[in-house]
């Protein structure tokens, strides 16, 4: 069984291809020439170059495959809605048309819990939820969604999507090390009283989840959730400074305040033509805001079991930084 994995240099898109190799899948990556291929030294794959942007080198990348994983994406939660939708859905749908010249059977399509949006229940939100994304990245993947759909009714590939809300972990080099670095730097607090109920995966059973769909003809034509457990950022906090041996934070801030800040921070960063704010509005809902997600349909039809719990994704987090931080030292 072959099976393109794109963002397979990435941190989910990695995890994946160590998934489907244990497997016994014959795993070909799709790499940009810009990509860090370091969480693929010394692994099975065959990696073929190529870009979403690039039309001919995605239908090399798709020849005689089985499956594609389309992992890659522009996962930020700032930045220009015209940047989300060229990376998130024209790259889509360019690898789409690769598939469909190609003759590709199948196609498992990365998408996000932020198609959600933030709504105000606290119920566990199954995939028929309705759908309001707050921000350029979720409406990106909304609309990549769509287009899955389309091919998935018109073309002769059956289509499915892994949904998830925050992803952390080892390789995680967005939230994990925004977390962390943040306990070090002590600028961590808590919004509201910080028990706030909200649902996270680590990307080892995102992988997992995304190998079953691919994998299930139940999954054809179908989203499915996925998540690891259920937590509260004061415990996240809390367990994240244990583990480092850092003081956890004290201090809490209302959402209001939490969000003006945010916004100014933004503000700023816009002002000085940076990238990636540390701090962002997006933050502020996610960790002020209770969501939790339902993924028993995945449970029921894909027989997806999640394998980590809150304390052991954040020890393997935290031993994955240290060992990142000998690197650094060591090639420094």
């Not at 497997?23 to 010394?42: I, K």
């Not at 921000?135 to 609309?143: P, Q, V």
């Not at 033509?273 to 002020?288: A, I, L, Q, S, W």
Request: glycine share 6%; with cysteine; charged share 20%.
């Amino acid at each position: 069984m072959l099976a393109l994995v794109t963002g397979g240099t990435g941190f989910i898109g990695s995890h994946l291809v160590d998934e489907l190799s244990s497997q016994g899948y014959t795993v070909r990556v799709l790499q940009r020439t810009s990509s860090n291929p370091r969480f693929l030294e010394g692994k099975p794959i065959s990696p073929v170059m190529g870009d979403l942007t690039d039309r001919e080198s995605l239908v090399r990348a798709c020849q005689y495959v089985d499956v594609v994983y389309h992992i890659a994406a522009l996962p930020r939660d700032w930045g220009p809605r015209k940047t989300f939708f060229e990376v998130n859905v024209d790259g889509t749908r360019n690898l789409l048309d690769a598939c469909v010249v190609n003759k590709v059977p199948r196609f498992v399509f990365m998408s996000s819990a932020a198609v959600y949006g933030f709504p105000k229940t606290r119920q566990p939100l199954q995939e028929s939820f309705p759908k309001h994304p707050t921000l350029n990245y979720g409406e990106s993947k909304l609309a990549a969604e769509a287009l899955l759909w389309g091919y998935g009714m018109n073309h002769d590939i059956a289509v499915s999507a892994v949904r998830s809300p925050v992803v952390l972990g080892p390789r995680d080099h967005l939230i994990t090390l925004f977390l962390i670095h943040a306990l070090q730097r002590k600028r961590l607090f808590y919004i509201g009283d910080g028990n706030q109920q909200i649902s996270l995966s680590d990307g080892r059973d995102v992988a997992r989840c995304l190998r079953l769909a691919g994998e299930s003809s139940i999954s054809d034509n179908q989203p499915y959730n996925v998540k690891s457990f259920d937590s509260t950022p004061r415990l996240l906090m809390r367990s994240f400074a244990e583990q480092l041996r850092l003081s956890a934070p004290e201090k809490c801030r209302s959402y209001l305040q939490a969000y003006v800040l945010a916004s100014l921070v933004e503000g700023f960063w816009m002002l000085a033509r940076r990238k990636n704010p540390p701090f962002t509005r997006h933050k502020v809902r996610v960790m002020g805001t209770s969501r939790r997600i339902d993924s028993s349909k995945a449970a029921q039809e894909l027989k997806y079991v999640p394998r980590y719990r809150v304390l052991e994704t954040i020890t393997d987090s935290v031993s994955w930084y240290k060992t990142l931080n000998e690197q650094s030292l060591l090639t420094g």
